[in-house]
């Protein structure tokens, strides 16, 4: 039978972080909400060189210098970064392949905000296995959405946690190891307009005024109706995200060894970790990059496997969660088949 597999990761970190003293000051929020609540330590932040593309094909370069592949091997790329990137009509990923030197692939992107690894982890496993062309597939993205935060304005201060990075991931047929299980995913359009950046669309095209007004940068257009609408479902999506997976897996929330989650506040954190009767040690709280999107769960996974958190045989369920809204999850089976 056929299984696909992670045969590596890589993560790109820009060199610079802002402090939580550095959020607090900008925002108003006390220094120890944006610890405590909101758990920020730190996070990393883009230079002037760090774009979105590029970020993604530094971490793909990494993840290929950990494999044997090389990249001519590649036959498909997806690239899981933001929207938002060098130019605003453009193809990263065919960027991506030219850059890496990947000749024989085929590119295309994606998006699901940051639901978009879980995403791009299904389909990708899923045209692995109805292709028999497709034999290695490459994941690789950036984000730098902190590009779009206005600390003064409070009604997206759930999103001051917002950082940069890169993150790729390399699959491969019948590798005989950390092996993708199922995927499970939710969306709920009803919250499709609920956080936007007004202008820069066809609907509100940028000008001067907008730039202004601050109306390129992120809102909630509708704060307290979202407040409502999602406290009643965001905790209930993700734990259905998660068990869906699992079920599909064969498996049960007994079997998790480790969840990678986003990054989100301290208090939504730790009722995921309860709820499925998990303790702190099996998950990592990244209060020390702030969330860095779809790629959160690759920082995850690789925070994790350097800690020692996880060994051959474990059950990792992968979590995720974008405006949008959507959740998502993947469970792997980590570690040689035979184990």
Request: include cysteine; charge should be negative.
């Amino acid at each position: 039978m056929t299984s696909i597999g992670i045969v590596s990761t890589g993560i790109y970190i820009p060199e610079n972080f802002m402090s939580s003293k550095e959020i607090s000051e900008k925002s108003g929020i006390p220094i120890y909400v944006v610890e405590e609540k909101l758990g920020i330590k730190q996070k990393p932040i883009a230079s002037e060189e760090d774009h979105t593309c590029e970020m993604g094909i530094k971490a793909a370069r990494i993840a290929l210098e950990k494999s044997a592949i090389t990249p001519e091997e590649i036959d498909l790329i997806i690239y899981i970064g933001e929207e938002h990137k060098e130019y605003p009509l453009w193809t990263a990923a065919l960027f991506m392949q030219d850059s890496l030197g990947a000749v024989n692939a085929i590119g295309f992107d994606m998006a699901l905000r940051c639901g978009t690894t879980i995403m791009a982890l299904k389909i990708a496993k899923d045209m692995m296995l109805s292709d028999d062309s497709i034999n290695t597939v490459l994941l690789a993205g950036g984000y730098r959405n902190e590009d779009f935060i206005d600390y003064e304005n409070q009604r997206t201060r759930f999103m001051f946690n917002l950082a940069a990075g890169g993150g790729a991931l390399l699959l491969k047929k019948n590798p005989e190891e950390n092996e993708l299980l199922a995927s499970h995913l939710i969306t709920d359009g009803s919250f499709s307009k609920d956080v936007v950046v007004v202008a820069g669309g066809t609907k509100h095209p940028i000008s001067k005024e907008a730039l202004e007004m601050g109306l390129n940068k992120l809102d909630v257009l509708d704060p307290e109706g979202m407040k409502t609408r999602l406290e009643e479902r965001s905790m209930r999506n993700f734990l259905e995200a998660i068990r869906g997976s699992l079920k599909r897996s064969g498996l049960s929330e007994k079997d998790v060894d480790y969840l990678g989650i986003l990054h989100m506040k301290r208090s939504a954190h730790d009722y995921v970790l309860k709820e499925l009767g998990l303790s702190q040690c099996q998950s990592i709280y990244l209060e020390e990059y702030g969330h860095i999107g779809q790629i959160d769960q690759i920082l995850s996974l690789e925070l994790a496997l350097e800690k020692g958190k996880i060994k051959a045989g474990d059950i990792i369920v992968l979590v995720s969660a974008g405006i949008g809204y959507a959740w998502g999850a993947t469970t792997i089976r980590w570690g040689k088949a035979n184990n």
